[in-house]
């Protein structure tokens, strides 16, 4: 009896922390991690991870993506980009860069070319395996500028420790200065060719 009246408020406890937890934290975390921004609210880029880098495609300013295809990949397109397609002429790609401005969502589609990789924003509270064949969409919210680490967080090979990169939030200004630059860089590299 007396062990049943000492156990008795610690498992009032536990009950009200039950419901708490299962009852209503994880729907209302689940509800905010499936709503995913309207793309038209949102920067959007692909990431695609592989042995051992961060390769970054944004749509250039007609805001749409161009076509890749496998048989394109190699040492100077890493994401196997259609420069032929008219949608991928403006397009930009960097390697272990991510920019993107401050206080404006930012959705990924994330995928990776050859093994899982995890990419991880530490300070953006966000974590998310890059798995081959699939991608994988994430999104988040900067309310700070500043420059950070991205990482793999899941052994991926040998060259595991050196495969990471860094992410930009840029005031407004900043990120339209980055974005001009990177375009006309494009455009020279390929007048250059």
């Given at each position: 009896r007396e062990a049943a009246r000492l156990l008795?408020?610690?498992?009032?406890?536990?009950?009200?922390?039950?419901?708490?937890?299962i009852g209503f934290s994880i729907p209302l975390w689940a509800a905010r991690v499936d709503e995913f921004p309207a793309e038209s609210d949102s920067v959007v880029v692909r990431v695609v991870g592989e042995q051992f880098a961060?390769?970054?495609?944004?749509?250039g300013a007609d805001g749409k993506?161009?076509?890749t295809d496998v048989a394109l990949v190699g040492a100077e397109n890493p994401l196997g980009i259609d420069r032929k397609d008219p949608a991928a002429k403006d397009d930009i790609t960097t390697i272990n860069q991510l920019h993107?401005?401050?206080n404006k969502k930012v959705l990924v589609n994330l995928t990776s070319k050859d093994v899982i990789h995890s990419?991880?924003?530490?300070?953006?509270?966000?974590?998310?395996?890059?798995?081959?064949?699939?991608?994988v969409p994430v999104w988040f919210e900067a309310n700070q500028t500043g420059q950070f680490e991205i990482g793999c967080a899941q052994l991926c090979g040998l060259g595991h420790y050196r495969m990471k990169g860094f992410f930009s939030v840029d005031t407004d200004e900043q990120y339209a200065a980055w974005l001009k630059e990177q375009s006309e860089a494009a455009n020279m590299e390929k007048s250059y060719y």
């Open positions: 008795a408020p610690g498992g009032a406890v536990a009950v009200v922390e039950a419901v708490l937890l961060w390769n970054i495609h944004y749509p993506f161009g076509k993107f401005p401050v990419f991880a924003l530490p300070v953006m509270r966000v974590k998310q395996d890059a798995i081959p064949g699939m991608t």
